[in-house]
């Protein structure tokens, strides 16, 4: 079946422009997952969304981060005013219900953000 | 409060020898653990996974780690490198489920192994 998908994979942006990035998870996984990778932090939580539950922000490193998921299922992560220092790989993961003996996280294939 | 610690940033084997990446975590509660590989301009892969069931775990691509609780290590081993597994390897920790909370990984720093003709 499709896995998670991300779009734009690339996107070079204009520094104190805002950016949208898009996740797909896999149809019927109930929690969703944003991570970002850097050269200089590794990979990094951001956010958590698992069904109607209220969001974990509390890896979002500022408050020019946010994120929402409609409809539990495709999530949006908006930076606003973007600085060079936002440049990373944004990854998406998506899982079951982490209570299951099933439960891993399934990664898209990122979103590499470059601010000019 | 969880962290992971992966020794060695680079780790270099010859094709067919014996692979050892070694992962160590702390956490305040038991922990599910994770070994992703990622492969240049790509997401991570899963290889293995450990959730409280058997300590020693299979993966795909003959990799196996073994839990040990008394170490907190969860070292990643393959018998016989090939080629196609240069890549960086990357142990990851997160809370066993417990009705409530976040299940977000911790990663380590990741590992890149090179594999020598």
């Known amino acids: 079946g499709a896995g998670v998908s991300q779009s734009p994979s690339n996107k070079v942006t204009e520094k104190g422009k805002d950016v949208e990035l898009r996740c797909d998870p896999i149809s019927g996984h109930t929690a969703l997952y944003w991570y970002r990778q850097s050269l200089g932090q590794g990979l990094e939580f951001l956010i958590y969304f698992q069904g109607n539950s209220a969001p974990d922000k509390s890896g979002l490193p500022s408050d020019r981060f946010s994120a929402e998921r409609t409809g539990g299922s495709v999530s949006t992560l908006t930076i606003q005013r973007t600085q060079q220092e936002d440049s990373a790989v944004y990854l998406c993961?998506?899982?079951?219900?982490?209570?299951?003996?099933?439960?891993?996280?399934?990664f898209g294939p990122g979103t590499r953000l470059t601010v000019t | 409060a969880q962290s992971v610690t992966q020794l060695g940033s680079h780790v270099s084997v010859s094709e067919g020898a014996l692979v050892l990446l070694r992962c160590n975590y702390s956490?305040?509660?038991?922990?599910?653990l994770f070994w992703y590989v990622q492969y240049p301009n790509q997401g991570l892969q899963l290889l293995l996974k450990?959730?409280?069931?058997?300590?020693l775990v299979k993966g795909i691509n003959d990799f196996e780690a073994e839990f040990k609780k008394s170490e907190t290590s969860f070292h990643l081993t393959k018998p016989s490198a090939h080629m196609s597994d240069a890549a960086e390897y990357f142990c990851?920790?997160?809370?066993?489920?417990?009705?409530?909370?976040?299940?977000?990984?911790?990663f380590g720093k990741g590992t890149k192994l090179s594999v020598i003709p």
């Open positions: 993961a998506s899982s079951l219900d982490p209570s299951g003996s099933s439960y891993e996280q399934y």
């Open positions: 990851a920790v997160s809370p066993q489920y417990s009705g409530a909370g976040s299940y977000q990984l911790t």
């Open positions: 450990y959730t409280s069931a058997a300590t």
């Open positions: 956490s305040s509660v038991p922990p599910y």
